[in-house]
């Protein structure tokens, strides 16, 4: 907002000057000085206290060298390379040069993405996800952008949003269900998933939700030139109108404003107007859930947002969204009807089940679904097949580092047998590929047993009760209305 600098006032379709004329040109204009912490607080106030406030002058926050030379320093080292195979390393060869270049290219508007490099990762139910790796200096352009848009939009998000966004994180949205189902009167759950979502995002809509707060057409410019920029398989180049990329820095920012205004703002308007018990919802990216207090709610919502995401060219996976009984009386209830448990729900890699804490108070359970812990093991014995002829020591440190790395993300309270099966499991695999190195020599399982209380590290709990946690995070604010 306010006044824009003569140089950011640069628009589309002027000759490129040559020489030193570009440096002399972009000295002056970076020589000024730029705070980039208080350029995104200034932002920041305005998106917070003028809602419906449009802006109009952000490339220069977006060229300025600081913030390229900031998201250059903040990309990972050691990343896949794009379609232009240039690494980390390689393009910080030349960094200032190169960055004075992109900063007077995205100034001018002739800056081009390159198309995505195509690229595929395992999913737990042994289907392949497509990623897109874009070209290192779209990374870069990309990052820097987030970062300007993130200062309006963090202002605008509902609580109840936790994909991908500073500050929340998967545990958050994970402490938000827990607490919601047990402090609030929830007897029934729907678990929802988009199918699809990334792949069908309508490019249309997309651009009407992002004019809403964004009025610098020379932004808007620059992320329908990500959108079209392509995907490159296996040396063809295909587009489309519809989805966006899944790998770059801008696609969960993408993601999450088009859920905002298609799904999040709308879910407010409905609890607030036809809900008739007690309602929560927690979204992470594509994936939500929500609880209700009475089915004839659940009912009513689920044949709602059905139609509603069907307006804007989304729809509930038909396989992954179901409405179960769930919460403090289901398990009195199932076991009156057919002697059964209540059914589970999976979200963000755990599997909620109705049980019970020491003192026989509900609480909801979370295990790492099996799913996960498979795939996870298939993905362990793949590397150990891979790494059969290293020595103990470099396998063990890197099964050290798995481990590890599972207890970091599953290590919540209750799910401390899943952990130790896990790490079991783990070392099992590691004894049969050590066996398979020699047929005369065979390990016997008590100095494997060492082995492994030597390299794997212990299982333990490492992360809060919901509720402790909860409460710190939002100050005693809500974070599922």
């Not at 929340?168 to 979502?197: C, P, Q, T």
């Given at each position: ?19 030193n004329?570009?440096?002399?040109r ?52 050691k ?9 980390w ?110 792949d ?44 966006t ?11 999450n ?67 179960i ?15 059964g ?88 695999l ?20 060492r ?31």
């Open positions: 907002m306010g006044e824009i600098p003569a140089a950011a006032e640069a628009v589309e379709g002027r000759r490129q000057a040559k020489g004329a570009v440096a002399a972009m000295s002056r204009r970076l020589g000024r000085e730029y705070d980039m912490g208080k350029a995104l607080d200034g932002i920041r106030q305005t998106a917070k206290g003028r809602p419906g406030a449009k802006f109009t002058t952000l490339m220069h926050h977006i060229y300025a060298a600081e913030r390229l030379r900031a998201a250059y320093f903040a990309l990972k080292r990343a896949a390379a794009g379609v232009d195979g240039q690494t390393q390689s393009y910080g060869e030349n960094l200032e040069a190169r960055l004075l270049d992109l900063s007077d290219r995205l100034a001018r508007g002739a800056y081009r993405p390159q198309p995505v490099r195509r690229v595929y990762i395992d999913k737990a139910d042994g289907s392949k996800r497509p990623l897109g790796v874009p070209a290192l200096e779209d990374k870069l352009v990309q990052l820097a952008t987030t970062e300007v848009l993130n200062a309006i939009y963090e202002q605008d998000f509902v609580g109840f949003s936790y994909g991908f966004r500073p500050g929340k994180s998967a545990h958050n949205a994970l402490d938000a269900v827990s607490v919601g189902v047990e402090k609030r009167k929830v007897n029934w759950i729907l678990d929802a998933d988009i199918s699809k979502f990334y069908t995002i309508d490019h249309d809509w997309l651009i009407r939700f992002i004019e809403h707060r964004v009025a610098d057409t020379r932004v808007v410019r620059l992320i329908k030139k990500w959108l079209h920029a392509g995907v490159l398989e296996d040396g063809r180049l295909t587009q489309s109108e519809v989805g990329v899944q790998g770059g820095s801008i696609s969960p920012l993408l993601s404003i088009y859920l905002h205004y298609a799904f999040d703002l709308w879910v407010k308007q409905w609890r607030a107007r036809h809900a008739e018990g007690d309602m929560i919802v927690v979204r992470y990216a594509d994936d939500w859930v929500a609880g209700f207090q009475y089915l004839g709610d659940a009912g009513r919502f689920q044949r709602a947002v059905t139609e509603r995401l069907t307006h804007f060219g989304l729809k509930l996976h038909k396989d992954k969204t179901r409405l009984e769930f919460g403090r009386f289901a398990r009195e209830n199932c076991r009156r009807r057919n002697g448990k209540p059914p589970t729900f999976d979200f963000l890699g755990f599997t909620h089940c109705c049980g019970k804490t020491s003192k026989g108070k509900f609480a909801v359970l979370r295990l790492t679904n099996a799913k996960r812990m498979r795939a996870k093991l298939r993905a362990v014995k793949e590397q150990l097949r891979r790494r059969m002829h290293q020595t103990v020591a470099e396998q063990g440190k890197y099964l050290r580092a798995v481990v590890t790395g599972y207890v970091r993300y599953f290590g919540v309270p209750r799910n401390g047998e899943s952990l130790r099966r896990f790490r079991l499991c783990v070392g099992k590691w004894h049969r590929a050590l066996r398979r190195r020699s047929q005369k020599n065979r390990l016997k399982w008590q100095r494997m047993t082995l492994i209380a030597h390299w794997l590290p212990p299982t333990q709990i490492c992360h809060p009760y919901p509720h402790q946690r909860l409460i710190v995070t939002t100050q005693g604010r809500s974070r599922m209305r």
